[in-house]
């Protein structure tokens, strides 16, 4: 793998985009702003690489956002996609792998009785919480700075990742009414949490949470911060809402649920679930979502939703995924090599860094400081990771282009992957420490 050198057709591409596109992308994260430089436009990937339009080969922290934990064009979902959508891209009719895929997503979480399929993780969040409030009657929802659960109007208070990029902490466009529905509380602090149910917790009808949260950079939940969620909702009778978008079959195969041994009333899924084609869902208790149309009175709809080429990926990854019995712990050692050895090139060249990590996730944050919530993410030094991004792309490491995201590694990374990381990243230390 040679260094990428030359980007004439990526830059061509974006300055013919930027006519066509706001911004020049469909989703504002890939224009680059926060790391500076122009995007470069990728023509196709397998495994843990990335091929750009000139030719460049990158290694892929990305994944996609997520969907990638096989690596991409995964030959088995690939075919599979392939010979599905040889018979018909889409009926709007039933089929029988949306019921398959039920069981599968039914078979991993045992919290999900039943569920429903849409077309990406922004909708399913937001139909969990018009289900919420169906169920109770109320209006509010509780949610925590920095956590991101789609650009629904009621989510984009204080809403983390690309909002977080762009420090715009509520969108232009979204009612004052609406945004005066949404509580934003610090994620990891328990007491405030608690102070506002008591104050108002009978008028709230979902506290929503990314269990591990993905879109700060990685921050983990603090002992008992979830066992605390779990009892106050109970208490107060607030579905609790897992928005695992992220980190279904991701942290293990049955999600943060299952790693930190919470039952939520609902959980939203995303991403892995697609396997790389839109899609998403969002289930749980039987009483619940029974309220839904054609069976109850709340609608919701999706004229492409559970599509035949979408279901086959996902029941395909999941397929993978639930049948190797190593494969939640091999893309933990991979990811576990890396974060050791990035540690001791960060203490060696003298860079202050805290690593968090879980399973197949990481996240550099430039800090002196352990990172428990979004203040305390936004605190880290402001330059060194847009530098850092730079130097490794450089190198031809293909980063999250952003400090509030997630590292996503895949079964495709290998120990000489790692190796080659590390090298771009002690290259990138010595070059922060240099001005
Ligand atoms: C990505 C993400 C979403 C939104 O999913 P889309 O498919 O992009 O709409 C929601 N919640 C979390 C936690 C996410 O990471």
Redesign the pocket.
Known sequence: MHPPSNHTQSRLLYAQSLKFLPGGVNSPVRAFKAVGGKPVFITRSRGAYLYDADGNTYLDYVGS?GPAILGHAHPSVVKKVQNVAARGLSFGACTELELILARSITSAFPSIEKLRLVN???EA?MSAVRLARAYTGRTRIVKFNGC???HGDGFLVKAGSGSATFGVPDSAGVAPRVAQDTISLPFNNAQSVLRTFERKGREIAALIV?PVA??MGLVLPEPGFLETLREVTRHYQTLLIF?E??TGFRVCFGGAQHLYNITPDLTCL??IVGGGLPM?AYGGKKEIMELLSPQGPVYQAGTLSGNPLATTAGIENLKILSTSKTVYSKLAATTKAFCEGVKEIAAKREVPLQVTQLGSMFTLFFSKKRITNYREACACNPTMFPRYFRTMLKGGIYLPPSPFETNFVSTAHTKRDVAKTLEAADKAFRLLKRT
């Open positions: 956002w990406s993780g922004t969040t991101y659960h789609g990314e993905g879109n928005d978008v992220i995303g991403k998403g």
